[in-house]
């Protein structure tokens, strides 16, 4: 199992940005998909943005498609989330989770490790 780690959440008006950074504790970080989802308040967890092992496309969420961008650092083991024009509605908490199948999952039921979670809050 990977262990992870996130941070960079914090506190933005509507409009800022944020980058969140997730690293793992595992020897072989470039042979798993990493992915970033989240959880608003009362809601489930939902995918945010996926990135296969092997590269190659980048998928993201119809709803931060666009304002999000994900990208990694196999050398330091780390994924990363750039948050532009935030909205109110980003407002969640934000976790990386990490595979070892060379495709990007999008439910939660896939996933066996997970960090604890970083704090994102948009105010309007």
């Known amino acids: 199992q990977v262990q992870l780690e996130e941070s960079g959440g914090g506190l933005v008006q509507a409009g800022g940005s944020l980058r969140l950074s997730c690293v793992a504790s595992v020897r072989t970080f470039s042979a798993y998909t990493m992915v970033w989802f989240r959880q608003a308040p009362g809601k489930e967890r939902e995918f945010v943005a996926g990135?296969?092992?092997?590269?190659?496309?980048?998928y993201y969420a119809d709803s931060v498609l666009g304002r999000f961008t994900m990208s990694r650092d196999n050398a330091k083991n780390s994924v990363y989330l750039q948050m532009n024009s935030l909205k109110p509605e980003d407002t969640a908490v934000y976790y990386c989770?990490?595979?070892?199948?060379?495709?990007?999952?999008?439910?939660?039921?896939?996933?066996?490790?997970w960090g604890q979670g970083t704090q994102v809050t948009v105010s309007s």
């Open positions: 990135m296969p092992w092997s590269g190659g496309r980048t």
């Open positions: 989770a990490a595979d070892s199948r060379n495709y990007v999952a999008q439910r939660v039921a896939d996933f066996a490790s």
